[in-house]
């Protein structure tokens, strides 16, 4: 057997599924999600679900990811860290506020982009689950939802979008350190296969 190893995002991977392309005969998405988008959007265009075999090979919480220096003032001023706690940090005026600390400039979040990358829109499906306090499936309704929309403003106001994958994401915040990313979410193993790489 012959295997040629096409490097797409998972939400890359299924538009090109979508889109009719021939080489992919094994898809490895990063999570159910993709599977799922891609399902249903296959029965959508054809009218049958396009998977004839699934096995799940590994399961990983998400998780965030914080600089131990910040988080220790960001837990003592919120308590934790949620998505409720985040966006309450992105609307002050920063570290100044947060902890008495100027020098360390604004609290900035970062998410891999939702449109190219599984893991920033995973963020936004959980970031909305938290909002209604509702781990089952939201409603069209939900999301549409006025309140809901102005919540999601303020955190995309300031939330930083950085793409296109993951690993982008965490290696930048390890390059640049602490001023250029506070904190993030992605998935656990990926936190820590760098784990090693933040020390330090």
Do not use: C
Not at 84 to 101: F, Q, R
Not at 108 to 113: C, K
């Amino acid at each position: 057997i012959d295997a040629e190893l096409i490097p797409l995002t998972s939400i890359e991977g299924a538009r090109a599924i979508l889109a009719g392309d021939q080489r992919i005969v094994i898809w490895f998405p990063s999570g159910s999600l993709a599977e799922k988008l891609a399902a249903d959007d296959w029965k959508a265009k054809f009218g049958k679900s396009p998977i004839f075999l699934k096995k799940e090979m590994a399961f990983t919480p998400m998780v965030f990811v914080m600089w131990e220096s910040r988080y220790e003032y960001f837990v003592k001023k919120y308590g934790k860290v949620n998505f409720k706690t985040i966006v309450s940090a992105l609307e002050t005026k920063g570290w100044s506020e947060i902890a008495a600390k100027p020098e360390w400039g604004s609290f900035d979040f970062a998410l891999a982009d939702p449109v190219h990358s599984l893991n920033g829109l995973t963020t936004l499906l959980l970031l909305a689950n938290e909002y209604y306090q509702k781990p089952q499936a939201l409603s069209m309704a939900d999301v549409q939802s006025p309140e809901f929309q102005q919540f999601l403003k303020r955190f995309k106001l300031r939330g930083t979008m950085l793409g296109p994958t993951t690993n982008d994401l965490i290696q930048q915040m390890l390059i640049q350190g602490p001023p250029s990313i506070d904190a993030t979410f992605l998935y656990e193993n990926i936190a820590v296969d760098y784990l090693s790489d933040a020390e330090g």
